[in-house]
C-alpha cells in the first residue's frame, strides 16, 4: 500500500501550511496542497489518512538511550534493564544512538550492537558511540578510529564522562586524543565522528572541554556535551559554548529529587536558551533512555535510584510548545533536525521529499501522540502500538 495523508498541518520542522504527504517505498515521495486530487492511480492502491485537525512531524531523533540498560551504581541488581521496541514508537522516537554509561564491564560493545541490529529489524533506525564513560576507551577493534570506519552503526565514541566522580578524572591531553581519533575516523567514513560527552555536577562543569579546544587544532563541535540542564549554571556555561559555535543537549529523564536540587527541566532550558539567542541549530533535547537516575550522598554513596524513559523526549517536547511557548517548529526541530544535522543522518529528522518516512501524527490542540511511522511502516495508530518487540 502507498499511504498519502491529506490535509494536514505540517512542520517538516518549519511550518509548511496544510498541505498532503505521499509515502511509498519508505520514503516522502512527494508534498504538495490537494495532492490527491492529482493522482492517477486507482484509490484502492492507497492507505489515505484525513489529517484535519492534525499535525505532523518528522519522527524523533534521540541521541542518547541506553538501549542495553545501565546504571549498577548500587551493585549488580541496580542494572537497569534493557529497552524494548514500544518504550520509543510510543514517545515518537524512530531514531537513536546507543550507548553505554558508567559500566562497559557487564554490558559490552557487542551486546550494544546486537541490541541495535534487533530494535532495527523490529523498525527502528538506530546508530551507536564506540567507548563508554572512561578511558582509556573499550572498542571492538584495536582503536577508536577503526571502530568508526569499519563498524556501520558506530558515529562516535561516547557518553565520555567529565565534571564526574565515576569519571577517568581525565586531563585535557586524554581528551584531545580520543577527540583526534573519532574526527579522523568520521571524515573516513562520512560519519559524524563526534565525542558525546557526559557532564556531571562537579564546579569544573566545560572547563576541560575549554582547554582541549584551546591546547589543540580541533573544533569546538568535535564535542557534544550532554545533560547541560543539571542546573542553572550549567546551563549559562552551555550557552557560553554555544555561543563559541558548539552543541549543547538538554536531558529530558529526571525525577522530582533531581529537580528539587536545581535542576531545570529540560523544555525550560531549550526555552531559556532561545531567549538568549543560541540557534535552535545549536540546541539539543535526549531522552537518556533506560539510564539509571541514581542520587548520590554527600559522600559519593548511592541512596536512591530510578531508570530513565525514551518517552520523556515527546513529553519535553509537548511541555517546550504548550508550557514554555516555545515555537512548535523551534521545540521540533530540536529532536528533529538538530540532531540528524549534527549526527550526519541527512534523511532523518526532516520531512522533505527523499528523506526517511518516519513520521509522528499527534493532534493539534495537545499534541497528543496518534499516529508514528518508521520508514513507512506504521507502528503506533491511534495511540496504540500495533507492532510490538520480539519479547513484548
Request: hydrophobic share 40%.
Amino acid at each position: 500500500m502507498i499511504t498519502l495523508i491529506t490535509n494536514i498541518e505540517v512542520y517538516a520542522p518549519e511550518y509548511l501550511g496544510e498541505v498532503d504527504v505521499l509515502i511509498t517505498d519508505k520514503r516522502i515521495a512527494a508534498i504538495e496542497a490537494d495532492l490527491q486530487s492529482k493522482m492517477s492511480a486507482p484509490d484502492s492502491i492507497f492507505n489515505t489518512i484525513d489529517g484535519r485537525g492534525k499535525v505532523l512531524m518528522p519522527g524523533l531523533v534521540d541521541s542518547l538511550v541506553h538501549i542495553t540498560g545501565g546504571g549498577g551504581e548500587g551493585g549488580f541488581h541496580t542494572r537497569t534493564p534493557q529497552m524494548q521496541l514500544t518504550d520509543a514508537t510510543l514517545g515518537g522516537v524512530t531514531t537513536l544512538v546507543g550507548v553505554l554509561g558508567t559500566d562497559a564491564t557487564t554490558r559490552t560493545l557487542s551486546d550494544l550492537l546486537a541490541k541495535a541490529h534487533a530494535l532495527e529489524t523490529e523498525g527502528l533506525s538506530t546508530y551507536c558511540h564506540t567507548g563508554s564513560y572512561q578511558l582509556p576507551a573499550r572498542t571492538v577493534l584495536d582503536n577508536v578510529t577503526d571502530d568508526i570506519i569499519l563498524i556501520d552503526k558506530f558515529v562516535g565514541i561516547g557518553e565520555v564522562a567529565i565534571a564526574d566522580h565515576r569519571s577517568s578524572q581525565l586531563r585535557s591531553s586524554e581528551l584531545m586524543r580520543v577527540a583526534s581519533e573519532a574526527r579522523v575516523g568520521g571524515m573516513i567514513s562520512g560519519k559524524a565522528g563526534i565525542v558525546s560527552i557526559h557532564v556531571g555536577d562537579s564546579d569544573s562543569m566545560l572547563h576541560l572541554l575549554h582547554d582541549a579546544i584551546e591546547k589543540s587544532d580541533l573544533p569546538v563541535t568535535q564535542f557534544y556535551p550532554t545533560h547541560i540542564n543539571r542546573n542553572q549554571a550549567l546551563v549559562d556555561a552551555g550557552i557560553e559554548w554555544a555561543k563559541g559555535g558548539g552543541y549543547i543537549d538538554f536531558t529530558t529523564s529526571t525525577n522530582q529529587k533531581f529537580i528539587d536540587e536545581g535542576e531545570m527541566l529540560a523544555a525550560h532550558a531549550l526555552a531559556y536558551c532561545l531567549k538568549q539567542g543560541v540557534p535552535v541549530s545549536q540546541l539539543t533535547m535526549s531522552s537518556d533512555g533506560n539510564a539509571s537516575l541514581p542520587v548520590f550522598d554527600d559522600n559519593g554513596e548511592l541512596v536512591g535510584l530510578e531508570v530513565g524513559r525514551v518517552r520523556s523526549l515527546y513529553e519535553a517536547l509537548q511541555q517546550a510548545v504548550l508550557e514554555f511557548d516555545v515555537p512548535m517548529e523551534l521545540a521540533v526541530a530540536s529532536v528533529t533536525r538538530s540532531p540528524a544535522d549534527l549526527l550526519k543522518l541527512k534523511h532523518k529528522g526532516r520531512i522533505e521529499v527523499g528523506a526517511d518516512a518516519d513520521l509522528v501524527i499527534a493532534t493539534k490542540d495537545r499534541l497528543l501522540l496518534e499516529q508514528v511511522y518508521a520508514k513507512g511502516r506504521c507502528l503506533v495508530s491511534e495511540g496504540r502500538a500495533i507492532v510490538k518487540g520480539t519479547f513484548e
